[in-house]
T-cell receptor, first 115, second 115 residues
Framework: SQQGEEDPQALSIQEGENATMNCSYK?????LQWYRQNSGRGLVHLIL?????REKHSGRLRVTLDTSKKSSSLLITASRAADTASYFC???????????????FGQGTILTVHP | ETGVTQSPTHLIKTRGQQVTLRCSSQ?????VSWYQQALGQGPQFIFQ???????GRGNFPPRFSGLQFPNYSSELNVNALELDDSALYLC??????????????FGQGTRLTVV
């Protein structure tokens, strides 16, 4: 079953614009992670945000987490054609206070950045 | 490059056959997880191995089994293949740290087609 649900399912923008993707989840979490996948290949880890954090930055990426609303957002600023990919959020659910790293993924957002 | 390697990259099998997929973990990582990703879907957790023992399992039947070796490499075995087993199989390695969890590093996957 999918815990995370990304929104929108697809996003098409021009190079230089910002892209925002949202993720909602259902259970308590230890952390939430964002991954990128190019053309059905392996997933690339982008950023991890822990349940006690509200915002995190990495280069052109900004992730927010609202545990009261069980939601997260990924912002990619000044997008490039090379950012074209599928983006997934994945939750690492709380299990008795520890985490064994079972990630539950959403269905993903397909981002297309036009040159 | 994540340092996680999977073999083979592509595989075609006939319904009813058995298949073994292999994964070499990133150096220093003691945990391996396997995921199944159907076309257009997010990855789904199959199971995880930590220190050579199964450490959590998703909603997959017993014909999906695995092994982890002392060097932390891993195998995924699927018996009695069904057409619906056609998918991208992803291996992820991580360092088990308990509280808070940690990011996973994925291989490029094995594309299995069952005909």
């Amino acid at each position: 079953s999918q815990q995370g649900e990304e929104d929108p399912q697809a996003l098409s923008i021009q190079e230089g614009e910002n892209a925002t993707m949202n993720c909602s989840y259902k259970t308590s979490i230890n952390n939430l992670q964002w991954y990128r996948q190019n053309s059905g290949r392996g997933l690339v880890h982008l950023i991890l945000i822990r349940s006690n954090e509200r915002e995190k930055h990495s280069g052109r990426l900004r992730v927010t987490l609202d545990t009261s609303k069980k939601s997260s957002s990924l912002l990619i600023t000044a997008s490039r054609a090379a950012d074209t990919a599928s983006y997934f959020c994945a939750t690492d659910a709380r299990a008795g206070g520890t985490s064994y790293g079972k990630l539950t993924f959403g269905q993903g957002t397909i981002l297309t950045v036009h040159p | 490059e994540t340092g996680v390697t999977q073999s083979p990259t592509h595989l075609i099998k006939t319904r009813g056959q058995q298949v073994t997929l292999r994964c070499s973990s990133q150096s220093g990582h003691n945990t391996v997880s396997w995921y199944q990703q159907a076309l257009g879907q997010g990855p789904q957790f199959i199971f995880q191995y930590y220190r050579e023992e199964e450490n959590g399992r998703g909603n997959f039947p017993p014909r999906f089994s695995g092994l982890q070796f002392p060097n932390y490499s891993s195998e995924l075995n699927v018996n009695a293949l069904e057409l619906d087993d056609s998918a991208l199989y992803l291996c992820a390695s991580s360092l088990h740290r308990g509280l808070g969890g940690t990011e996973a590093f994925f291989g490029q996957g094995t594309r299995l087609t069952v005909v």
